[in-house]
């Protein structure tokens, strides 16, 4: 495995790695970081901003408009399995359910009468008489 030194035009610092098996040969290129030299990073980026003629200071609002469109275009389309209409209709079915269910529990097996008797209106008829003292 060998590693040279190759300057660009575009980048003059830049690291070629050449990885040897016994098939196949792979090359990459990546970038070389720079040794600290003792300046603080705000120094460096304002000495870069200075020397760059293509970067342009931004005001906060201005990057906070840029990184919101940039979140807009690389926002991931997502598709849902169930629509969320269906998924309310099936929420509420078993809502129903779980009510008849519990009404089929309290009245037939605590309260010692038939399950099937809750879903006749006059039982439930006798039970608002009752609440009510017209008998």
């Known amino acids: 495995m060998g590693t ?34 003792g300046r603080s990073r705000s120094r460096r980026l304002e000495e870069e901003a200075s020397t760059s003629p293509k970067t342009e200071k931004l005001t906060r609002a201005e990057q906070r408009k840029k990184q919101k469109a940039e979140k807009r275009k690389n926002k991931k389309v997502r598709l849902r399995i169930f629509p969320i209409w269906l998924r309310i209709i099936i929420v509420l079915i078993l809502v129903v359910g779980a009510l008849i269910l519990g009404l089929m529990v309290g009245y037939g097996i605590i309260g010692d009468g038939k399950p099937s008797d809750v879903l006749n209106k006059e039982t439930w008829l006798h039970i608002v008489d009752i609440v009510e003292k017209k008998e």
């Not at 040279?4 to 290129?29: F, H, I, M, P, S």
């Open 4 to 37: 040279k030194q190759l300057e660009t035009a575009e980048n003059k610092k830049t690291r070629v790695q050449v990885k040897k098996t016994k098939r196949t040969t792979k090359k990459t290129v990546e970038p070389v970081a720079e040794k600290h030299t």
